[in-house]
């Protein structure tokens, strides 16, 4: 596996030689302070650039890059609108298990770029034309605290929607009720959880995407029963899942209410678990509910 000085010789090197390229930046993970090193972090690179129809036109020129097991161009594809604008991205998994998502954007939109995420900073800048930029910070990625009406949203969102796994379960539709569990009920967990997490560090800290540091703010007791929620397979299995997200949703939003003056929604919570109950005891020739 090429070594970081490595990585960052070629992929500055490779920039020095193009003219068009007029500069290079990083942000992501490797310049998070807070974020642990390990091999997997990719390199979040984007050169600004005269122009991006020559590049787009020979999609080649990345091969000096090295050999890749795989790559991915989000702004051609069909299946997936693309959704940076006048930009283009080349995402490129390489044979020694490095990775570079490298972003291509218009020099005139280098005062735009440069104000969209404080873990920014500049490695490379032909022109000299770039402001300095402070220190990379992840505060934007922190967690924030909710409002009144988020925190009620969320509650209500949860228990709502729970009802629709109980239904697809008891008819035995698991597809139905494994994509509204992990859909929905499972991100108004997360997101209590978060907010959860939030309040213990004084909101300082991000969690990271898809809440990957979560672990470090949960008790042991608590994460083994979130994981416990996952890979379940049959209808049994999805049952205990779904109490046991009841479980988490109710001690993390309790403790959330609680440091906040929130009204936790206690009625909505008591009423939808006894139904949920009742639709887990539920004979499957069941002509009626009650």
């Not at 690179?45 to 091969?63: K, Q």
């Not at 703010?217 to 979130?226: A, G, P």
Request: aromatic share 12%; hydrophobic share 40%.
């Amino acid at each position: 596996m090429r070594t970081t000085e490595q990585m960052m010789d070629i992929i500055l090197h490779v920039a020095n030689q193009d003219e068009r390229v007029r500069a290079v930046c990083m942000n992501g993970s490797r310049t998070n302070p807070n974020a642990p090193a390990d091999p997997f972090q990719d390199y979040d690179i984007v050169y600004l650039v005269t122009e991006l129809g020559s590049f787009v036109r020979n999609p080649g020129w990345v091969d000096v890059f090295g050999e890749r097991i795989i790559m991915q161009t989000p702004e051609k594809m069909a299946m997936f609108p693309p959704g940076l604008g006048g930009r283009f991205s080349y995402l490129m998994l390489f044979q020694d298990g490095n990775r570079i998502d490298l972003t291509l954007v218009p020099i005139h939109e280098q005062e735009k770029y440069l104000q969209e995420d404080k873990l920014t900073v500049v490695l490379l800048d032909k022109d000299r034309s770039l402001p300095q930029l402070p220190p990379p910070t992840d505060e934007d990625y922190r967690v924030k605290p909710p409002s009144r009406e988020f925190f009620a949203d969320c509650c209500n969102e949860f228990w709502w929607v729970s009802t629709y796994v109980a239904k697809g379960l008891w008819r035995q539709e698991m597809l139905y009720a494994q994509d509204h569990l992990h859909q929905v009920v499972r991100p108004m967990l997360m997101k209590m959880l978060e907010w959860q997490a939030g309040i213990r560090t004084d909101f300082l800290i991000s969690i990271g995407k898809n809440g990957k540091y979560l672990e470090k703010y949960m008790s042991k007791q608590s994460w083994d029963e979130l994981m416990s929620t996952y890979a379940c397979g049959n209808v049994e299995e999805t049952w205990n899942a779904l109490f046991t997200m009841c479980r988490l949703f109710r001690d993390s939003a309790l403790f959330v209410s609680d440091h906040f003056g929130f009204e936790y929604p206690e009625r909505d919570d008591r009423l939808v678990t006894a139904y949920l109950e009742r639709v887990r005891k539920l004979p499957p020739d069941a002509v009626e509910i009650y």
